[in-house]
């Protein structure tokens, strides 16, 4: 019988709990919520005269750590009213509503004696074949089943969510000897198609896959910024985005964490992982017992490893804390040469062999630690895992890790660092040595268009399960890519289809992606049938090269800068109005341009994590690549009859003005970003290309007709202008708004009401296109627009003046 989820309980409201609750809901499914019902009634309570037996009392602790979620930040919800679809209710009235619900969830304290009857009383009130599974960080499976029924022992499986579960992507699945392979099988597919997820399949050893190599990773660095003498700051400074790692490093992610839950799970480690050869490495050090002794836990006491003050200007600073004295002081900015040398490649791969070659602290810090974690990881096959490339889904999608260790060690040369790591003393594993023996040379290798893992118990080269099937850029073969230059490329998805990808530095848009889409249209017109716009990048686009038009400006060039403008908007146009369907699949920071780009096209198919927005006001200016002409004609298609037009014109207007970026793709609609109805939100990123050339094709089977340029658009002349006039001038008085921001919105209020025009009018889109690339070089030639535009080309940070 075919297995379909439509109602979920999860049961436990804590951290974990709410947050999952809230993605179930963000896919569309009903979700119950249940949590303990309280001891006593609080003081609130009491002055309202309620006891125990009031139905508000006992769903209180559900109800309070569900609202606590909803309002926290980043939230977890894609919209607000998401959080309809969670029924929340308490385990001692209301358990038997799981008896309608498809999966179980059980989300509550890591304590093995709880969870045991927690699961009897799930098994009094479950439908058979449901679903049930455990969100535990690490207390065996198998240890969970004891007791239970055939059916609910084969039913069940670990499913390990990472916090938070909407933005951290991996979900580990760990069956127990019990588990019926058709629900492993179900739990891979679903997690990864609906729920958006990386799911690794573990085997049930402690902390399982990601937490065991990523604790290892920080509890190595824990010890050797104290061998090495190194600072908080110089740790994060070389364990961040400069290796492909989250902005955060690893004294920041600590500090979020929280101390008391590190030292938690460390001592977890000690007790179940007394056979492992690093075993005296999972015992905390003393300055973090220190720490933990005084208090310093974190954000959550708000000191840690960093603490944020108010100095005697009343402004933030932040300080660092000095492991040998246990006192803050001022953060500092670390400087090493290797990071500098670094720096000049936006290619991780080639970074990573600048760093291991450095000849500073760096240096030795990089080849300390990365060799540590090689020899680790290759120990831990077959123990954790029999397959290697689970260890980098596993680390990427929990912790964020750009490349994996084992993608890393293939980035270094495998032969290569095996000499370099003997002769640091941290030789690895035999497996490493037999590979190389058989003549295989690296962990991965791109075959006939699939990604392929070494495998060390056949020897042979395996594609990676799950990837069969899917379309990924970075697979397709080199007769695939059919043009490029610096800074796009075009590929040949088959079916006639093509792709644009760009690669610039954070996708922004500039000449050569300009380019690089004219030439993909003019393919694709002669040659093809469509054309989709998607990169595998960490963001779709970031927006316009800012840095080409601070150049004109300061120059004085404006007929240059007008004719670049025009060039920009003469492109968008054409993705509007070429003989072909073109699809944009956009996920991350799609900005500025990329925004305008994707409101061009026929259709877009966002990722749920697309941030969306036309941010160009913060730099001084108003969108000019359509952006601005793209949504006075979306408030013009919006108009009903009787509707006050000024109301959806102020909405317009201010998503522009406050440059508002959407939280996800669903809020990106609600911005009118993007056309409900129209365009798409798909959770999985792995899916999101293959999804994207299939509507592409559809569009061309039924039909595809090229699209009529709008000349009927409404506009509502002075009406409009003098509503700006008016809310530009009280919000100036106010002092919410400086005398540069007034002139902005003034300008963008000219173009969004159509210029000089007495009364409500309707104009074409050249018409506004004009005044759009007007209003934008005049602002170009103003000295705070300027200031703006410098702040961020040389800080990457928005001037206020």
């Given at each position: ?480 890519v059919i043009w490029n230059n610096s800074g796009s490329t075009i590929y040949d998805l088959g079916d006639g289809i093509l792709n644009l990808e760009f690669h610039t530095k954070m996708n922004t848009i500039n000449q050569d992606v300009i380019e690089g889409l004219n ?283």
């Amino acid at each position: 019988m075919k297995r379909r989820i439509n109602k979920v309980a999860v049961l436990g409201s804590g951290v974990m709990g709410s947050r999952i609750a809230c993605h179930y809901a963000n896919v569309g499914l009903d979700v119950l919520l249940l949590d303990i019902v309280p001891r006593e009634i609080n003081e609130l309570e009491k002055s309202k005269g309620l006891t125990l037996e009031d139905k508000s009392v006992r769903n209180r602790i559900v109800n309070d750590a569900l609202n606590f979620a909803v309002k926290s930040n980043p939230s977890p919800l894609y919209r607000k009213a998401t959080g309809s679809k969670i029924q929340t209710g308490n385990l001692d009235d209301d358990l038997h509503l799981i008896n309608d619900c498809d999966w179980v969830i059980e989300a509550v304290i890591e304590n093995l004696k709880i969870k045991h009857q927690v699961f009897e009383n799930v098994e009094k009130h479950r439908k058979p074949g449901s679903l049930i599974t455990s969100n535990t960080s690490g207390i065996p499976i198998e240890m969970m089943i004891e007791g239970r029924s055939e059916d609910f022992q084969k039913n069940f499986c670990g499913t390990h969510f990472f916090n938070p579960p909407r933005y951290l992507k991996l979900l580990e699945l760990i069956p127990s000897t019990k588990t019926d392979s058709s629900v492993i099988d179900f739990l891979d597919d679903f997690g990864t198609r609906v729920l958006g997820k990386t799911t690794v399949i573990c085997k049930d050893t402690p902390t399982f896959i990601a937490n065991r190599i990523g604790c290892y990773s920080i509890m190595n660095l824990f010890y050797a910024v104290m061998e090495m003498g190194l600072t908080v700051e110089e740790v994060d400074a070389l364990t961040g985005p400069i290796i492909g790692r989250a902005k955060s490093a690893t004294f920041r992610t600590c500090d979020v964490v929280g101390l008391d839950t590190m030292i938690h799970v460390s001592q977890g480690m000690v007790d179940n992982l007394k056979e492992d050869e690093e075993a005296e490495l999972f015992v905390m050090p003393e300055y973090v017992i220190k720490m933990a002794e005084k208090g310093l836990l974190g954000s959550k006491t708000k000191q840690g490893f960093y603490k944020k003050i108010k100095d005697e200007n009343g402004k933030s600073q932040i300080l660092a804390l000095n492991l040998e004295t246990m006192e803050y002081a001022p953060s500092a900015k670390p400087k090493f040469d290797t990071i500098k040398l670094a720096k000049v490649t936006d290619d991780l791969e080639e970074r990573m062999r600048i760093i291991i070659k450095g000849e500073d602290v760096a240096g030795e810090f990089y080849r300390k630690i990365f060799y540590s974690i090689y020899r680790y990881i290759s120990n831990r096959i077959p123990e954790i895992t029999d397959s290697l490339y689970k260890i980098d889904d596993a680390m990427g999608a929990g912790f964020g890790w750009e490349l994996g260790p084992f993608a890393s060690w293939d980035a270094l040369g495998v032969a290569n660092t095996v000499k370099a790591m003997e002769d640091a003393g941290k030789k690895p594993a035999q497996w490493i040595y037999d590979m190389l023996d058989s003549g295989a040379e690296s962990f991965y290798k791109i075959e006939n268009g699939s990604k392929k893992y070494y495998d060390q118990n056949s020897k042979t080269y395996k594609v990676i399960p799950g990837t069969e099937n899917l379309l990924m850029l970075s697979t397709l073969k080199e007769n695939n890519v059919i043009w490029n230059n610096s800074g796009s490329t075009i590929y040949d998805l088959g079916d006639g289809i093509l792709n644009l990808e760009f690669h610039t530095k954070m996708n922004t848009i500039n000449q050569d992606v300009i380019e690089g889409l004219n030439k993909a249209i003019d393919l694709a017109e002669e040659q093809y049938e469509g054309l989709v716009i998607y990169n595998e990048g960490q963001n779709f686009s970031a927006g316009a090269d800012v840095g080409m038009i601070f150049m004109l400006a300061v120059q004085q060039d404006f007929d240059e800068l007008n004719f670049a403008v025009k060039r920009f908007q003469d492109s968008m146009m054409r993705a509007r109005y070429s003989s072909v369907p073109v699809v944009a699949a956009p996920h991350g920071m799609t900005l500025g341009g990329g925004c305008e780009l994707c409101l061009h096209v026929d259709k877009v198919i966002a990722h749920a994590e697309t941030y969306m927005g036309l941010v160009e006001f913060g730099i001084g200016v108003i969108p000019a690549g359509g952006g601005t002409k793209e949504l006075v004609l979306r408030h013009s298609d919006g108009l009903e009859e009787g509707d006050v037009r000024t109301n959806s014109f102020l909405n317009k207007f201010m998503t522009i003005g406050q440059a508002k970026v959407s939280t996800s793709g669903h809020d990106a609609i609600d911005l009118g970003y993007m056309l409900s109805g129209k365009d798409e939100i798909i959770l999985s990123r792995s899916h999101q290309l293959k999804y994207a050339k299939q509507v592409c094709l559809q569009m061309v089977n039924k039909g595809y007709v090229k699209p009529i340029e709008r000349k009927d658009i409404r506009v509502l002349g002075n009406e409009g202008l003098g509503l700006v006039h008016v809310g530009g001038e009280s919000m100036k008085s106010a002092n919410w708004i400086s005398e540069h921001d007034q002139l902005i919105s003034e300008k963008l209020g000219y173009v969004m009401s159509g210029g000089p025009l007495s009364s409500p009018s309707n104009v074409s889109e050249q018409y506004l296109l004009q005044l759009e690339r007007k209003a934008f070089v005049e602002l170009c030639g103003e000295k705070k627009t300027l200031e703006r535009i410098q702040s961020l080309v040389t800080t990457g940070k928005i001037l206020r003046n």
